[in-house]
């Protein structure tokens, strides 16, 4: 059993084969990529299996979604993992940084994932449309993930936030939210 697997198995994630295959291969992209133009801090094969556990992990508490943003994708933690995992659901992953958004376009090509748009700009630019899910890890704090994801949110729209043990302190108790905890993560998930 790879890392990955056990990694997966150990949180509880079930995904099938044809998500560790894509897996496998992006891990092959992102190391290539990586050597030259330095898109993640996660250098090793344990720390990118990490990564991959880490964005995975909440397609065991999320609800069915049609369609997701994911600001700020950098490398493809969470969106380009996740679409990797949930074949019916549509992805628009949105990445400023040119180097980023070309590998993103390189990964989707390479894994012929049909569901997934790469937008090589800042979420700032995109038109106003309506997602059932927002998801980012690490950009920015919460308020301000809130205001970035207003244009984009109706009264179903779910947010999720990927963060530290920081996100008590960013919580505006008058939101609906809860918080799903693992040993490393904290998935701050909110009803807009």
Do not use: H, W
């Given at each position: 059993m790879s890392r990955l697997h056990q990694l997966l198995k150990n949180a509880g994630v079930n995904v099938n084969e044809r998500f560790f295959e894509r897996a496998e291969q992006y891990k092959v992209l992102l190391a290539k990529w990586n050597k030259i133009h330095n898109l993640t801090g996660a250098k090793t094969a344990a720390q990118i299996d990490e990564f991959i556990a880490d964005a995975i992990a909440p397609i065991t508490f999320l609800p069915p979604v049609k369609t997701v943003m994911d600001i700020g994708t950098g490398a493809g933690f969470p969106g380009m993992i996740l679409a990797m995992g949930m074949d019916d659901t549509h992805f628009t992953l949105v990445?400023?940084?040119?180097?980023?958004?070309?590998?993103?376009?390189?990964?989707?090509?390479?894994?012929?994932?049909?569901?997934?748009?790469?937008?090589?700009?800042?979420?700032?630019?995109?038109?106003?449309?309506?997602?059932?899910?927002i998801t980012s890890r690490a950009v920015t704090d919460t308020q301000m993930l809130l205001k970035l994801s207003k244009p984009f949110c109706d009264d179903k729209t779910l947010l999720l936030f990927y963060k530290g043990e920081k996100v008590y302190d960013e919580i505006d108790e008058t939101l609906k939210y809860q918080i799903f905890q693992t040993a490393n993560r904290h998935y701050l998930l909110i009803e807009s």
């Open positions: 990445e400023p940084l040119a180097k980023r958004a070309s590998f993103l376009q390189f990964v989707k090509a390479d894994l012929g994932l049909n569901n997934v748009d790469i937008k090589a700009m800042k979420v700032e630019e995109l038109p106003s449309t309506r997602y059932d899910l």
